[in-house]
Nanobody, 124 residues
Framework: VQLQASGGGLVHPGGSLRLSCTASEFVLRNFAIGWFRQAPGKEREGISCVTASDGTTFYANSVKDRSTISKSGDTVYLQMEALKPEDTAVYFC????????????????????WGQGTQVTVSS
């Protein structure tokens, strides 16, 4: 299972960004996909996930109402709005073989496959 995260960059506070996680359609049909982030000096934080079977989504409070996770074809997207400096982190996508149950974004050690990470910096 290979995951490729992309879409990070430098954005001003209040701006938006769309992250992409490309895998394969087989993976997206059989694996839950989660988005995680790790800021300097902080633990990795699960922020969202999308369920393989029915596309149900979940969000951490830290990004809820500002983010939308979706999947299409071989890619999972995380659209983030109203970005804040505290959103600055390396963002990772990961896959858990979970074809029938709802996804979960915590704990992160249930995820077996990880992408390489993409840097998001929110700064003026």
């Amino acid at each position: 299972v290979q995951l490729q995260a992309s879409g990070g960059g430098l954005v001003h506070p209040g701006g938006s960004l769309r992250l992409s996680c490309t895998a394969s359609e087989f993976v997206l049909r059989n694996f839950a996909i989660g988005w995680f982030r790790q800021a300097p000096g902080k633990e990795r934080e699960g922020i969202s996930c999308v369920t393989a079977s029915d596309g149900t989504t979940f969000y951490a409070n830290s990004v809820k109402d500002r983010s939308t996770i979706s999947k299409s074809g071989d890619t999972v997207y995380l659209q983030m709005e109203a970005l804040k400096p505290e959103d600055t982190a390396v963002y990772f996508c990961a896959a858990e073989h979970r074809p029938y149950s709802k996804c979960r974004y915590s704990p992160d050690d249930v995820y077996d496959y990880w992408g390489q990470g993409t840097q998001v910096t929110v700064s003026s």
